[in-house]
């Protein structure tokens, strides 16, 4: 059910339902969803919220993004390891957010791939078998929100997934033209 909720998600065309975020709500969320992913392969979630600003966003939206993200970086930790959510300022107005870990890593040939529908790096009979969405409708979820994520990783040290939003979102009226995200 989680693939169809994906690639439902993926193909449909939508706006955020901006509100006020309460961003320390999210992360906790966040953590909630993810703790048995995480406590079944020993991973450790440590929160890092440094953000106090206002947040106008689509908050079940934001959560979604971060839930793939969090267990996309358990899915590439040993056990031992440590999965960081972080939340900080970033240029005036902007919320920067990171998911680091410090996993497998990503191989350098693949990383302009990771974005693309129905690509994946977890391999038939791992434990966790993705089916190439998560990403894909991460960026799906910043660009609607008009920000931008991006990767840097190392094989074998480890991963961080930066996503920047602006944290007043405004969207403007219907009959306003604008770019598809």
Not at 15 to 22: A, G, I, W
Not at 27 to 34: E, P
Request: glycine residues 8%; neutral net charge.
């Amino acid at each position: 059910t989680d693939y169809l909720r994906e690639a439902l998600f993926f193909a449909e065309r939508r706006e955020p339902k901006l509100e006020p975020v309460d961003l320390a709500l999210v992360f906790a969320r966040v953590r909630d969803v993810t703790a048995e992913r995480a406590s079944r392969r020993r991973i450790a979630v440590a929160l890092a919220q440094e953000f106090s600003h206002p947040l106008t966003a689509d908050g079940v939206l934001l959560q979604r993004m971060l839930v793939n993200l969090v267990a996309n970086a358990i899915d590439a930790s040993s056990p031992g390891q440590t999965v960081m959510l972080a939340a900080r300022p970033a240029r005036a107005g902007w919320l920067r957010l990171e998911v680091s870990d410090q996993g497998c890593g990503i191989p350098t040939d693949l990383i302009d791939r990771i974005f693309d529908p129905y690509f994946t790096t977890k391999q038939f009979g791992e434990e966790v078998r993705g089916f190439g969405l998560g990403l894909t409708v991460s960026q799906k979820i910043v660009h609607l929100h008009r920000g931008t994520i991006g990767v840097r990783s190392q094989p074998g040290r480890g991963t961080i997934i930066t996503v920047e939003i602006p944290a007043a979102l405004e969207i403007p009226p219907a009959n306003e033209t604008r770019p598809p995200p």
